[in-house]
């Protein structure tokens, strides 16, 4: 199993340009969610699914849209990148039920919005 | 919104050396996770507890969840170089469908 993989793993954009962060997991895992990490700061949650087709907000939504049309993918979409989206961006995936809180985080995508 | 608040923030260690730190709410918590972070990679989880009172051990990592579910600690006994990276803590509350809260994180160095 790769387990949870994120693609690209940098990425620098213009202010103002859209873009795609991609996250799949072949674990068969039916929750899945978005964390950006700032410097000194905790993991904040962006979105997040329990399953196919469901899709909610986490703690900072605004800027950032997502959908979930497999169980394996989870794509994160910056619709038009501003400086504060200058983050490190984390996709994790975890089984639903009580162990839904044991998540699998990929490496990270490292964003820079110039 | 919701936080965690973690310490120390920062600590160095020398090997051998056994290492605590914690994390505290002002609100209650179901699930305590602890996660380590090196650099340029993602969080891996170390220990999950979902009992207050519960006491878990992972090798030389040892973890309780809090009696009154606001707070919980970890301990490294025998630190090794390996050690050093950075712990988050992360707390869970009822009906949150997975969603953690993440504590900033306590920053383990080798001493100088």
């Known amino acids: 199993n790769a387990g949870v993989t994120q693609t690209p793993k940098f990425q620098v954009l213009k202010t103002g340009q859209s873009m795609t962060l991609q996250c799949a997991q072949d674990?068969?895992?039916?929750?899945m969610s978005w964390y950006r990490q700032d410097p000194g700061m905790g993991l904040r949650l962006i979105h997040y699914?329990?399953?196919?087709?469901?899709?909610d907000q986490g703690e900072v939504p605004n800027g950032y849209n997502v959908s979930r049309s497999t169980t394996e993918d989870f794509p994160l979409r910056l619709l038009s990148a501003a400086p504060s989206q200058t983050s490190v961006y984390f996709c994790?995936?975890?089984?639903?039920?009580?162990?839904?809180?044991?998540?699998?985080f990929g490496p990270g995508t490292r964003l820079t919005v110039t | 919104g919701q936080q965690l608040n973690q310490s120390p923030q920062s600590m160095f260690i020398q090997e051998g050396e056994d290492v605590s730190m914690n994390c505290t709410s002002s609100s209650i918590f179901n699930t305590w996770l602890w996660y380590k972070q090196d650099p340029g990679e993602g969080p891996v989880l170390l220990i999950a507890l979902y009992k207050a009172g519960e006491l878990t051990s992972n090798g030389r990592l040892t973890a309780q969840f809090g009696i009154t579910r606001k707070d919980s600690f970890l301990n490294i006994s025998a630190s090794i170089p390996s050690d050093v990276g950075i712990y988050f803590c992360?707390?869970?509350?009822?009906?949150?469908?997975?969603?953690?809260?993440f504590g900033k994180g306590t920053k383990l160095s080798v001493k100088p």
């Open positions: 699914s329990v399953g196919a087709g469901i899709t």
């Open positions: 674990m068969n895992h039916e929750y």
């Open positions: 992360a707390g869970q509350r009822g009906g949150s469908q997975g969603n953690l809260i």
């Open positions: 994790a995936s975890s089984i639903a039920g009580t162990s839904a809180y044991e998540q699998y």
